[in-house]
Structure formats: structure tokens, C-alpha cells
């Protein structure tokens, strides 16, 4: 089992910034690979960005890509997304995942099915 706790949510104005953390416990964290997605009221969640676990390769979606990032501390069992230039669009829960996966590609990680652990959620919201 991993227990996932996000945090780091909060209100902020277009064009600010807000650094999202999700620490786990349970399970070897570095055996993991994590991902991010959010869900805004009335749409489906959305696959946000992903790291890998064996080479620390990341992946964003198009709508995050140049203004988000994602990275992770094995030492301190926690992953990171740093997001700058947020838009009113951009609000939302934020929730981390974890799935053992280790494979190559991208696409795989963009799919929330395929993660085995969730974290609570925090909530973003950007005002205009």
C-alpha cells in the first residue's frame, strides 16, 4: 500500500504561481512512477504531467506544457508540480497518483486507470 497526501493548494491570482507537493509513505516510493491530474467541477479529470520512476523522464499535457513541472525527491518520498503563469482555467483539484509501471513510452501514464494509488486532492483556484 502508499498512502498519498498532497498539499500546497490554495488561491492565487492569474499569472501567479503555487507549488503543488504529495508525499507518500507505505511502499518504496522510488519504485513508483507519479502523475498528476485534476478534475474542475461538471468535467472529467485530466491527465495534468507524469514522472517516471527509472529515468525520471516526465511528460506534460499541451494545455500545462511550458508553465508547469514536475519532479520528485526519493529522499524525501515526495513529488513536486510547480506551476507558473496560472490561468483561471488552470482551476481545479489537483490530485497525485502512483503506479508501479515502468514502460518507455508516455501514453500509459496519461491514463488515470493505470495508476493504483490516489491522494486526496487540493484544491487551486485562479482568480482573474
Known amino acids: 500500500q502508499v498512502q498519498l497526501v498532497e498539499s500546497g493548494g490554495g488561491l492565487v491570482q492569474a499569472g501567479g504561481s503555487l507549488r503543488l507537493s504529495c508525499a507518500a509513505s507505505g511502499r518504496t516510493f522510488s519504485s513508483y512512477a507519479m502523475g498528476w491530474f485534476r478534475q474542475a467541477p461538471g468535467k472529467e479529470r485530466e491527465f495534468v504531467a507524469t514522472i517516471r520512476r527509472s529515468d525520471g523522464g516526465t511528460f506534460y499535457a499541451d494545455s500545462v506544457k511550458g508553465r508547469f513541472t514536475i519532479s520528485r525527491d526519493n529522499a524525501k518520498n515526495t513529488v513536486y508540480l510547480q506551476m507558473n503563469s496560472l490561468n483561471p482555467e488552470d482551476t481545479s483539484v489537483y490530485y497525485c497518483?502512483?503506479?508501479?509501471?515502468?514502460?518507455?513510452?508516455?501514453?500509459?501514464?496519461?491514463?488515470?486507470?493505470?495508476?493504483?494509488?490516489w491522494g486526496q486532492g487540493t484544491q487551486v483556484t485562479v482568480s482573474s
Open positions: 497518483a502512483a503506479t508501479p509501471a515502468d514502460y518507455p513510452g508516455t501514453y500509459y501514464y496519461t491514463r488515470g486507470r493505470n495508476y493504483d494509488y
